[in-house]
């Protein structure tokens, strides 16, 4: 069972930034997709954002289109989640996932790809 391991989130008020880090274990092998989740309380968990393992495939929800920045470092099952201009409505728990592929230029937007999750960090926007 691979355990991913996030770190970041917090409480921030509208309009100010933040920045989410999630990593695999460095003794995991493979190459991984990741992602950002989200779940707003009494709200279904929806997607954010999504990098392939080939660093340049890059997917978005167009609600944080603009302002969320997915990025990863080239060779490492680690992502980070930089978050600008944050609102209220980005109020939710964030959860890292991930999914062992061979695929290098794709990443699912679906929950149900990916098989391992972190334990979900809070982010805040109030003021």
């Known amino acids: 069972q691979v355990q991913l391991v996030e770190s970041g989130g917090g409480l921030v008020q509208p309009g100010g930034s933040l920045r989410l880090s999630c990593a695999i274990p460095?003794?995991?092998?493979?190459?991984?997709?990741m992602a950002w989740f989200r779940q707003a309380p009494g709200k279904e968990r929806e997607f954010v954002a999504a990098?392939?393992?080939?660093?340049?495939?890059?997917y978005y929800a167009d609600s944080v289109k603009g302002r969320f920045t997915i990025s990863r470092e080239h060779g490492k099952n680690s992502v980070h989640l930089q978050m600008n201009s944050l609102k209220p409505e980005d109020t939710a728990v964030y959860y890292c996932?991930?999914?062992?592929?061979?695929?290098?230029?794709?990443?699912?937007?679906?929950?149900?790809?990916?098989?391992?999750w972190g334990q979900g960090t809070q982010v805040t926007v109030s003021s």
């Open positions: 996932a991930a999914y062992s592929t061979t695929v290098s230029n794709y990443a699912s937007t679906t929950s149900r790809a990916y098989e391992y």
């Open positions: 460095e003794r995991t092998t493979g190459n991984y997709a």
């Open positions: 990098s392939g393992w080939n660093i340049y495939y890059t």
